[in-house]
Structures are given as structure tokens and as C-alpha cells.
């Protein structure tokens, strides 16, 4: 009998040594602000997915941080659904088809960051997170992580709310096709660094739009049947679309991107030099499989750029396409 006893409390102080061991599973990502916040895991670069090192490697760059101090709050596999990732673009046609994924969210001292990939991680876009308080906190948030600034040097100018005249929330980009229908939303203006930046968002935040167009670049034609687009936005964004003439919608390449601290400063110091630019170095008219290739660069200043920096000004565009592109 007392030897049934021991057996029995024997398996109760191992079953309790199990219960205090149990693993915690993998949770999705609760907003700050919400009931839980998931504790970060670490990122050993030998145990992550393809996408999560994307994502890391991305939030690095931005931020100059190693991505040792970068930690992995969460991992969920999604199905979005475009081939946008379900962030909308102004200026990209997003493909109509269902992408398999990952919603990714990331932290970096006591900021966390949402990103989204495809199952490859060749696709990572940054979604703006309005959950994080204020809607106005949450989009200097994304501007303050597109400058490399502290939120703190970011100062809301105003916020209205608005009825825009189409579903791109007003933001005109060149052969941007926009459903005509009235949408309910907000206009919110930001400044920093001496500039002023105006953002877009829908009445519910699922779509933010950045409004302060700096640059167009396309290049259509020639013997390949080019058809690519670049849009440059003040505050940092750079969104784009690479084909052919030969290629389907489907098979259209999309991208996202972000300008880096380098790239920033040679731009914002045009902007505040130049006025309005327009630069076309198309093929002549009536020639063989013309190529076109033009560049509108909306500036702040007086003056107007000379040759040598028309050609500077050029090559920026062209060599930030290609940098994205590939």
C-alpha cells in the first residue's frame, strides 16, 4: 500500500515538472494596445523562414540596426489577396490572384513593426499599423521609420476628415486606374525635417496613401516592349511595376520600397533647390521601336536644374529603378 502511495505521488511531481515545462506555442499578433502582447522570440538566423529573414534584413537596413537587436514577436501564414499583399499601392495595379505568405511582425527596442511577404520572402512590403493608437500616430509612426527619425521629431500639421472623388483617395499618379466613387476618409499632414508630407486614408484605414508625389519615371517601347513605372513619394515611398509588352498581368512584377538615408539627402536637396522638372529623353518621332523615357520631378524651389544636374537628376531615377527592380 505505501508503495502505491509513492508510485502515485511520484507521477504527480513529474506530471507537475511537465505542466511547468509546457513550450509556448506560436501566437498571432495582437495590436499594441490590445488584451496580450506576444513576447518576441529570438532570431537565430539558422531557425528562420526564408520570409523572416527578408523582413529582418529589410527592418535593418531601414533603421542601420544589426539585425541581432531585431526580434521576431510573431510568424502567421496568410493568404492575402492581391499580388499587393493587401497594402495598396497608388500607381501599381495589384494582380488579382490569391498569394500565400506570412504577416510578420518584428520588434526593434519598443517599437514593433508589420511586414508582409510572399512564401519566398522575394516580395516584403511594410503595412502601416492604425491599430497603434491615433491614426495620426500611427502614420508619423511610418513616417518617422521611413526618415529614420524618433517619433518625437515628427509634428502633426492637421488632420480633416474628407470625402474623396475616387477609391485612390485623390492621389493622382500617372495611369493609375481609379474606381469613381465617392470615399469617405482622412487628410492628415505631417512635417519634418523642414518639409511637409500629406497622407491619405480611407474612412476605416485600411488604405493610406502617401500625397506628395516627388518623382514619376516610365519607360515604354523599344525592342523589348518595355511598359515600367516608378513612382517616388516625399516621404521616402517608392513604388513600381516592371514588364513587357509580352508579359501578362499576372506575371507583372510589382515592388515597394523605401529610399535609403543616402538617397534621401540627394533627394530632399533637389527638392528644395528645383521647381517643377520635366525631363524626356525619348527616341525621336517616327523612329523604328521608339523608346520613351520620361521623368517629372516635382520640387519645392525656384530654380531650374542645368545640364549636368538634368543628367544627375536622370541617372537617379533610372539607377533607383534598376536598384528596385531587379
Avoid at 509546457?22 to 501566437?27: F, H
Avoid at 516580395?123 to 521609420?145: D, P, T
Avoid at 493622382?172 to 519634418?192: E, H, M, N, R, Y
Avoid at 513605372?229 to 513587357?244: A, D, H, I, K, P
Wanted: a negative charge; proline letters at 5%.
Amino acid at each position: 500500500m505505501k508503495r502505491n502511495i509513492l508510485i502515485i505521488m511520484i507521477l504527480v511531481l513529474i506530471l507537475s515538472a511537465c505542466a511547468g515545462e509546457i513550450k509556448p506555442t506560436e501566437q498571432s499578433f495582437v495590436p499594441i494596445g490590445g488584451v496580450r502582447t506576444p513576447t518576441p522570440k529570438p532570431t537565430r538566423q539558422a531557425d528562420l523562414k526564408p520570409a523572416e529573414q527578408a523582413a529582418i534584413s529589410l527592418l535593418s537596413s531601414t533603421l542601420n540596426l544589426p539585425p541581432e537587436e531585431i526580434s521576431i514577436v510573431s510568424t502567421e501564414a496568410v493568404e492575402w489577396p492581391d499580388g499587393c499583399l493587401g497594402v495598396q499601392r497608388p500607381g501599381i495595379m495589384c494582380t488579382q490572384a490569391i498569394v500565400p505568405g506570412y504577416r510578420i511582425i518584428l520588434q526593434a527596442g519598443d517599437e514593433q513593426y508589420e511586414f508582409r511577404t510572399d512564401t519566398s520572402g522575394s516580395q516584403v512590403v511594410q503595412a502601416v499599423r492604425a491599430s497603434h493608437g491615433s491614426m495620426e500616430e500611427a502614420i508619423a509612426a511610418q513616417l518617422a521609420f521611413n526618415l529614420g527619425l524618433d517619433v518625437d521629431e515628427i509634428s502633426v500639421v492637421s488632420s480633416n476628415d474628407v470625402e474623396f472623388t475616387d477609391a485612390c483617395l485623390d492621389v493622382f499618379v500617372p495611369d493609375a486606374a481609379c474606381a469613381q466613387v465617392i470615399t469617405p476618409g482622412k487628410v492628415i499632414v505631417l512635417s519634418a525635417k523642414g518639409f511637409e508630407f500629406e497622407y491619405h486614408i480611407s474612412g476605416d484605414g485600411s488604405t493610406v496613401q502617401p500625397a506628395t508625389l516627388a518623382l514619376t519615371w516610365k519607360r515604354e517601347g523599344g525592342i523589348a516592349g518595355f511598359c515600367d513605372r516608378m513612382t517616388v513619394f516625399l516621404s521616402g515611398e517608392v513604388y513600381g511595376s516592371n514588364c513587357s509588352s509580352e508579359q501578362s498581368e499576372a506575371t507583372m512584377k510589382l515592388f515597394a520600397d523605401l529610399l535609403t538615408a543616402t538617397e534621401q539627402q540627394q533627394f530632399f536637396k533637389w527638392v528644395q533647390e528645383f521647381d517643377q522638372v520635366s525631363l524626356d529623353v525619348s527616341d525621336p518621332a517616327g523612329v523604328a521601336d521608339r523608346m520613351i523615357v520620361v521623368v517629372e520631378f516635382h520640387g519645392t524651389g525656384d530654380d531650374q536644374p542645368g545640364d549636368t544636374e538634368k543628367e544627375a537628376l536622370l541617372e537617379f531615377a533610372q539607377d533607383l529603378y534598376q536598384q528596385f527592380a531587379r
